[in-house]
C-alpha cells in the first residue's frame, strides 16, 4: 500500500517541507476563466450560457482544490492534526453517533459548541470550515425542512398564524400557521444536522486520506477493502486527469453553439472510453504489483505511538460524552 | 439520494447495516470466486474509481441545468451486480469519509439503496427485458436504459420509506424527533421527481455509455455475462418483502393518490362531483378497498396482505396468459417449427 497511497498523499505542487504559502493552490489558478478579476473581457452576446465542457472543468477543478485543500489543512501543525489517527477516528466517530442520535437541544447546543472550538484549535480559517461543512448539506436541509415549520405538516399550538377562513378551498387548507412544535422540529434537525456535519468535516479536514486509511484499518476494517479504498482514490484523480484531457481537447476545438444532445454524446463517450482505460490499467496495475512481489497480503508501515496529548483527549472526549448521554438520558421533560 | 446524518432514527440506521452488512459479504465471496482473489483488489478499486467520477459528472439536460447520474446499473450491466455493489459502496465510503457527502453512520442505508437496491433491481429488469437478445440490438438498449429507470425509482422509493417512517417511529409530544415528513409527502416527492426527471437522465446517459462501449469493446460484456443470473427465488423473495410492506400504506393515514373515495374527496375540496357520486356506488372493486367488511387491527394487515397476494396471483396469471398467446402468434407466423435456440442463461431469466 505505501507507495500509492504516499503518492496520493503528496499535493501536486509540494515541493517538501511544513505549511508554506507555496504549498497552497494560487488564487488565479483556481478562479474561473471568465472571473471579473482576470483581464478584460470582450462583451459577451446575449443568452450565452456557460460551454458543458467549461463547467464540467470547472466541477472537476473544484473537486480537486478541495482535494489539495484537505491534504495542506491536514499538516498544519493544530490540536486534531497533533492526535494519534486511530485516537482521532475514534473520538470523531463517536461524537458523530451522539450527536446523529441526541434529541436535547442542550446536548446538541454543547456538542456544536464544542465542534466550533475545534476548528480555531486546528488552524482551520472559520470560513474555510463554514464553505466546507455549512453551505451546502446544513443549507439544504434548512432548505426542505422549512415547510416542516407549518401546521399542514406539524400541527400543535399556533405561534403565527398565515391566514384562516371558513370553508376549506382545496387543495388549500382552511388554517394555515407557524406552530411551536413545528418550529422545534424544525430547529433541532437543523441544529443535528449541522454539529453531526462539523465533527465529520473536522476529521476528514485534519486527517490526510492516508491516515485515515491506516486508521481504519487499525480499528478492524478489512484489509482488502481498505486496500481497495487506498488504489481507488489514488485512481480517481488519474480519472479526473483524463477527462480534463478530454475535455479541454473538445472544447477548445469548439465554434458557435453546442445542442446538450452533442454534449450527452460527447459525455457518453468521454465516460466509456474512461471506463475502457480503467479497466485496462487496472490489468496494468495488477501486473505492475505482481512483479513488485504482491502475494495478496498489504503491509504498510505503522510507527504511530500513543503520547500523552491522546490520552488526555480521549479522557475529555470520554467524561463529555458520559455527561451528555447521562444528560439525555435522565434530565426532566424535553 | 444521499441521506445525511441525523435526519434517521437509531433503528432505521442499525436496519440498514443489518442488510448491507451481509449483501457486502456475500458479493464479495461471489466475485473471490469470479476473478481470481488478488487481481480482485484492482478491479474493484478501478470500478469504484469510476462509480465516483461518474457521480461528480453532471449530465447536460435541455435548458442548460444538469444533473449528476448514480450509474450503478451500468456497472452491473457491464461487470455484473456483484462488481456494482461493492465498487458504488466503496465510491460513497469516500464520499463520505472524504467530501462528508451523505452521512457516516447513514452510509448503511445509503449503500443498500443506491449501492445494493439500485444495481440487483436494475440489472434484474435488464436481464429480463434483454432476454436472449444479441449484444448489439436495439432490445439491449432498452433494457438498459429501462433497467437503469427502474434500478433508480426503486432506489429512490426506499429511500421515501426510509424517511417517511421517521414520524412514525420518532414522534414525542406531536413533535418529529428525526425527519419529519410522513410517507404521504416523501413517496410523491422522492419517487415523482426520480421517475420523472431523474430517472430518464440516468436511463439516457446509462444508454449512452452502452452504446459506446458495446460498439468499441464488446469483450468487456463477458464478465458480465459470466456472474450468475438472477434466479426465480430472488425474484420470489423480492416480491414477497414487497408484499409484506404492503400494510406499510395503513400507516401513511391519507389516501394514495387517485384511491380517494368519495368521502375523502368531499372532505378535500367540499362537494362531491356528480359523476363521481354515481359512478362510485356501481364500482366497489372485487375486494373492496382491498379488506373484507369488518375487519380491523390485525386482520386488517392480514387482509392486505392476502390482498396483494391476490393481485400478484392475477397478474402472473395475466402474463403467462399473454406470454402464451404471443408464443402462439409467434408459432403461427414462423412457418419451420425449429425451436429458436435457448439462451445461455436457460433457468433464469
Partial sequence: ?????????????????????????????????????????????????RLFGDRLLGTLAAWVERAVTSDEVARRPGLLQRLDPRVKLVTLLALVVIAALATRMTVLAVLLALALALVPASRIGLRQFAARAWLFIPLFTAAIMLPAIFSIVTPGRAVLTVWSHGAPFWPLPSTLAVTAPGLFAFARLVLRVTTVVSFSVLLTLTTPWSDLLKAMRAVGLPRGFVFVLAVAYRYVFTLVRLVQDMTVAR?????????????????????????????????????????????GEAHTLNTWRLRRLDVVWSAVVAV??????????????? | MHIPDGYLGPETIAAGWAVTVPVWYRANRRTKQLLSQPKMIPVLAFGAAFSFLVMMLNVPVAGGTTAHAVGAVLIAVIAGPDIACLAVSAALVIQAFFFGDGGILTLGINCLNMAIVMPYAGYAVYRLVAGGSDLQSSRRLWAAGIGAWCGLVTAAFLNAVELGIQPLLHTVNGVAQYAPYGLKTTIPAMVGSHALVVGPIEAAFTVGVFVVLRRQSPELFEAGAGTRPVRRRWIVALLAVFIAAVPLGLLASGGAFAESDSGEIAQRIGYVPEGLARLGGHWSGLLPDYSWNGAGGVWTVVSYIVSALVGVAVLTVIFWLLVRLRRRVAGAQVATPTKVAAPPTDGAL
Fill in chain 1, 251 to 295: 472544447t477548445s476545438r469548439l465554434v458557435g453553439r453546442v445542442s446538450s444532445r452533442e454534449d450527452r454524446h460527447f459525455l457518453g463517450g468521454t465516460v466509456a472510453a474512461v471506463f475502457g482505460k480503467s479497466q485496462a490499467t487496472s490489468e496494468q496495475v495488477y501486473l505492475a504489483m505482481i512483479s513488485r512481489g504482491y502475494t
Fill in chain 1, 1 to 49: 500500500m505505501g507507495p500509492l497511497v504516499s503518492v496520493a498523499a503528496r499535493p501536486p505542487a509540494s515541493a517538501g517541507g511544513a505549511s508554506r504559502p507555496s504549498d497552497e493552490v494560487p488564487a488565479w489558478l483556481l478562479a474561473p476563466a471568465d472571473g471579473a478579476g482576470g483581464p478584460a473581457q470582450p462583451a459577451r452576446p446575449r443568452r450565452s450560457r
Fill in chain 1, 320 to 334: 463529555a460524552l458520559v455527561t451528555l448521554v447521562w444528560f439525555e438520558l435522565t434530565a426532566g421533560a424535553r
